[in-house]
């Protein structure tokens, strides 16, 4: 190095007011302008000071750096300036490290003990620059036929920036290669890999399926053997599918022995049996199409596993033992049971239970912030919101329109809460009382004339008739628990409403089902009671 080189940094050295300001001078000629130890010190001593080189190595250690002597060749990934730690050790040198880094150091290593296609590799990778690119070679490297320890060799990385590389790009090879029984191949997701926790990634080495295959493979009898080797063989989607048909039509196969065949989930299976329409039932072993079997939500197909006929043959042969289980349970698990139908009948009611059921009598929609449940208006015409029924409502209210039992004469009307229920006419009113009110708007009777009658007719022949038992069904029954009932309904002739033969003292039972035949339903009644509600 001349003095006039020397010269062009005299500048530099005149505006030092620190050991810090020669410091970062030392840093930039080294790292900048790539100047050796020994230039540097000469550069100092000519424009600043005297100094000598082992200064000038302990100003740059307390930087951290080294250059690798291969310049601009160096397979280091961070480029030739790095860290002092990525140096052997060296007593011979004057900085007492090795001249070049390990990651050089190592790739002459590996370069001389590669095959000629590895040495092409290797050389390839070193000009490729942009990690991105470089990532997405060795990514393709490994989807061919290289290991975690190639990859290593060929970028000189360490195994764990290539367990890390291949995890963000979520990718594992299972070391059997085209003999993998995976159907996306032997390079596929991490997430088709039992952990495993003594493996350098984490990971089992065998994916899920060649693990699955070998444990079935182990418990299989001579004919699912074969018939598994033969599904392998089998390349193409649709042929796989046809030959699973096959097999669960002619054999005696289940959801389960196709799994094990096929390393496929189940509800593959049961999808591709539904797209055939058929399923077997195991008492008959008739292949039949999936109308003739009862839905089951409890099963993987929501099917029931045996058909209508064998179903019904089960029932009728076992009538008594199955009733005797159901007892049994209902009792061992009553207060379970009785929690559950409390929960349900708490619960908002869903639109697809109940449109056909209320649509043709009440006013509904879908919950605009819930679609799935209904919505009915409040029956109090003061109000006359929209709100959610639950279950109990409005089985209350279908009982009450079919005229069912526990309902008679009763409307069980939609109330949004109590207060509407307590303010509407029509609350808790029995259809003879509405049919009564209706008389009075017609001036027939005056105000309160109903409550007073019925007492009065009830007290009257009470004393006339002396009843001690059901006129219907001759139960004998306390007078208290008799109730006064019209053969011919008042509905239809409030004139003979006192008539002495057209009433009749009868027990609650025969006063359900009386009002269940046809012409004495609530239901039958609800033209009426719509016209003077």
Same mark, same amino acid.
């Given at each position: 190095?001349?003095?006039?080189?020397?010269?062009?940094?005299?500048?530099?050295?005149?505006?030092?007011?620190?050991?810090?300001?020669?410091?970062?001078?030392?840093?930039?000629?080294?790292?900048?302008?790539?100047?050796?130890?020994?230039?540097?010190?000469?550069?100092?001593?000519?424009?600043?000071?005297?100094?000598?080189?082992?200064?000038?190595?302990?100003?740059?250690?307390?930087?951290?750096?080294?250059?690798? !002597?291969?310049?601009?060749?160096?397979?280091?990934?961070?480029?030739?300036?790095?860290?002092?730690?990525?140096?052997? $050790?060296?007593?011979?040198?004057?900085?007492?490290?090795?001249?070049?880094?390990?990651?050089?150091?190592?790739?002459?290593?590996?370069?001389?003990? *590669?095959?000629?296609?590895?040495?092409?590799?290797?050389?390839?990778?070193?000009?490729?620059?942009?990690?991105?690119?470089?990532?997405?070679?060795?990514?393709?490297?490994?989807?061919?036929?290289?290991?975690?320890?190639?990859?290593?060799?060929?970028?000189?990385?360490?195994?764990?920036?290539?367990?890390?590389?291949?995890?963000?790009?979520?990718?594992?090879?299972?070391?059997?290669?085209?003999?993998?029984?995976?159907?996306?191949?032997? *390079?596929?997701?991490?997430?088709?890999?039992?952990?495993?926790?003594?493996?350098?990634?984490?990971? *089992?080495?065998?994916?899920?399926?060649?693990?699955?295959?070998?444990?079935?493979?182990?418990?299989?009898?001579?004919?699912?053997?074969?018939?598994?080797?033969?599904?392998?063989?089998?390349?193409?989607?649709?042929?796989?599918?046809?030959?699973?048909?096959?097999?669960?039509?002619?054999?005696?196969?289940?959801?389960?022995?196709?799994?094990?065949?096929?390393?496929?989930?189940? $509800?593959?299976?049961?999808?591709?049996?539904?797209?055939?329409?058929?399923?077997?039932?195991?008492?008959?072993?008739?292949?039949?199409?999936?109308?003739?079997?009862?839905?089951?939500?409890?099963?993987?197909?929501?099917?029931?596993?045996?058909?209508?006929?064998?179903?019904?043959?089960?029932?009728?042969?076992?009538?008594?033992?199955?009733?005797?289980?159901?007892?049994?349970?209902?009792?061992?698990?009553?207060?379970?049971?009785?929690?559950?139908?409390?929960?349900?009948?708490?619960?908002?009611?869903?639109?697809?239970?109940?449109?056909?059921?209320?649509?043709?009598?009440?006013?509904?929609?879908?919950?605009?912030?819930?679609?799935?449940?209904?919505?009915?208006?409040?029956?109090?015409?003061?109000?006359?919101?929209?709100?959610?029924?639950?279950?109990?409502?409005?089985?209350?209210?279908?009982?009450?329109?079919? !005229?069912?039992?526990?309902?008679?004469?009763?409307?069980?009307?939609?109330?949004?809460?109590?207060?509407?229920?307590?303010?509407?006419?029509?609350?808790?009113?029995?259809?003879?009382?509405?049919?009564?009110?209706?008389?009075?708007?017609?001036?027939?009777?005056?105000?309160?004339?109903?409550?007073?009658?019925?007492?009065?007719?009830?007290?009257?022949?009470?004393?006339?008739?002396?009843? !001690?038992?059901?006129?219907?069904?001759?139960?004998?029954?306390?007078?208290?628990?008799?109730?006064?009932?019209?053969?011919?309904?008042?509905?239809?002739?409030?004139?003979?409403? *006192?008539?002495?033969?057209?009433?009749?003292?009868?027990?609650?039972?025969?006063?359900?089902?009386?009002?269940?035949?046809?012409?004495?339903?609530?239901?039958?009644?609800?033209?009426?009671?719509?016209?003077?509600?």
């Amino acid at each position: 190095m001349n003095n006039q080189e020397k010269r062009k940094f005299k500048d530099w050295f005149h505006q030092i007011e620190n050991i810090n300001d020669l410091k970062s001078i030392v840093y930039e000629l080294y790292v900048n302008y790539n100047y050796k130890y020994q230039n540097i010190t000469s550069i100092v001593r000519y424009n600043y000071r005297e100094i000598n080189i082992t200064e000038i190595i302990e100003i740059l250690r307390g930087f951290n750096i080294k250059r690798c !002597g291969t310049g601009d060749n160096c397979k280091s990934p961070n480029g030739c300036i790095q860290s002092l730690e990525n140096f052997a $050790n060296c007593q011979s040198t004057t900085d007492k490290k090795s001249h070049t880094c390990m990651f050089c150091e190592n790739f002459n290593r590996n370069f001389r003990r *590669a095959d000629q296609t590895k040495k092409n590799h290797m050389l390839e990778f070193q000009k490729i620059r942009e990690k991105d690119e470089q990532d997405e070679f060795l990514v393709d490297l490994y989807k061919s036929n290289y290991s975690y320890s190639d990859l290593s060799t060929i970028s000189v990385r360490s195994i764990k920036d290539i367990i890390s590389l291949l995890e963000k790009y979520n990718i594992k090879k299972c070391p059997r290669g085209i003999d993998c029984k995976s159907p996306y191949g032997h *390079a596929q997701s991490q997430e088709n890999f039992y952990d495993h926790s003594r493996k350098n990634d984490g990971k *089992a080495s065998v994916c899920m399926f060649c693990y699955q295959f070998d444990i079935n493979f182990k418990n299989a009898d001579q004919t699912k053997k074969n018939h598994m080797l033969e599904f392998q063989k089998i390349k193409e989607k649709g042929e796989q599918d046809e030959f699973l048909v096959n097999l669960y039509m002619k054999e005696k196969y289940t959801h389960q022995n196709l799994v094990a065949i096929s390393l496929r989930d189940i $509800n593959d299976i049961i999808s591709l049996l539904e797209r055939h329409d058929i399923k077997k039932c195991p008492q008959c072993n008739i292949i039949q199409s999936r109308e003739n079997f009862f839905k089951n939500k409890n099963t993987p197909d929501r099917f029931s596993d045996y058909c209508h006929i064998c179903r019904q043959d089960y029932y009728l042969n076992n009538e008594e033992t199955i009733k005797n289980y159901h007892k049994m349970h209902y009792l061992n698990n009553l207060e379970k049971i009785n929690k559950q139908h409390k929960n349900y009948n708490n619960q908002p009611g869903k639109y697809n239970t109940y449109i056909s059921k209320l649509e043709p009598f009440e006013e509904i929609r879908r919950d605009p912030n819930n679609l799935e449940l209904i919505q009915v208006r409040c029956k109090y015409s003061k109000c006359n919101k929209w709100f959610n029924p639950t279950n109990l409502q409005i089985r209350s209210r279908v009982k009450s329109i079919n !005229g069912e039992k526990n309902s008679i004469g009763t409307e069980c009307n939609f109330y949004c809460s109590q207060k509407c229920k307590n303010s509407c006419f029509l609350y808790d009113s029995k259809v003879s009382e509405i049919i009564t009110h209706q008389r009075l708007r017609n001036s027939e009777y005056q105000p309160g004339d109903f409550k007073r009658m019925q007492a009065e007719l009830r007290s009257y022949f009470l004393r006339i008739k002396n009843p !001690g038992k059901c006129g219907l069904c001759g139960k004998e029954i306390d007078q208290k628990d008799l109730i006064l009932h019209h053969k011919i309904p008042v509905s239809i002739d409030y004139t003979i409403e *006192a008539d002495h033969d057209n009433i009749i003292f009868i027990c609650k039972n025969c006063h359900d089902k009386v009002h269940q035949k046809d012409g004495c339903s609530n239901s039958q009644l609800k033209n009426f009671f719509m016209e003077n509600c």
